[in-house]
């Protein structure tokens, strides 16, 4: 499954988060660079099939000097109403 990337520079906010997570669901940051697509026949350890999917290094809100790495699936692009 290919995913459309999300352009460095653009705000983001958490979903999909797991319990222990540094941040959780709606927690927001932005995007500092984007590695990926990830290869076909991607499958991560739990299972799931990553084919297509990007990850990310995201300086969040509450860490704003420090980029971290994010799963695609673990973000989502904030959008102006």
Known sequence: MTVEPIEPGALI????SDPGDLNPDGARGTVVERLGPLPAGTILPDGTDASGHYGYF?????LPDLAVFVSGPRIRIVRPM
Request: proline share 0%.
């Open 13 to 16: 906010e958490k979903v999909n």
């Open 58 to 62: 995201v300086k969040w809100a509450c």
